[in-house]
């Protein structure tokens, strides 16, 4: 049975860099196409990042384009964020998610992980 479990999450300064990851227990995703959510505090899930099981289209949101890359290990069965010039407003709950069910931007997809928290101090 697939289990998202995320890990790397933790406090940063700003400017700074984290990298964020995703197991799938189960070792059931290689053909799933995957994406990173976030939530802040009072805030709705948004969209962080997409890429799908070939591996070879990604998509990013407009807050992280540029700073942010999602790429994925199949030997290994992980899905991974680097995430690079850090902002405070990069403060959030970070879910990896896998198997959309509609457009892979809306946070409906059929596998959930609990979620790690990333804090950017200014």
């Known amino acids: 049975q697939a289990q998202l479990v995320e890990s790397g999450g933790g406090l940063v300064q700003a400017g700074g860099s984290l990298r964020v990851s995703c197991v799938d227990s189960g070792r059931t995703f290689v053909h799933d196409s995957m994406a990173w959510f976030r939530q802040g505090p009072g805030k709705e899930r948004e969209f962080v990042a997409f890429i799908n099981w070939e591996g070879d289209t990604s998509d990013y949101g407009d807050s992280v384009k540029g700073r942010f890359t999602i790429s994925r290990d199949y030997a290994e069965g992980t899905m991974s964020l680097q995430m690079n010039s850090l902002k405070p407003e990069d403060t959030a709950v970070y879910f990896c998610?896998?198997?959309?069910?509609?457009?892979?931007?809306?946070?409906?997809?059929?596998?959930w992980g609990q979620g790690t928290q990333v804090t950017v101090s200014s």
């Open positions: 998610a896998a198997q959309p069910i509609g457009y892979h931007r809306d946070p409906e997809y059929h596998l």
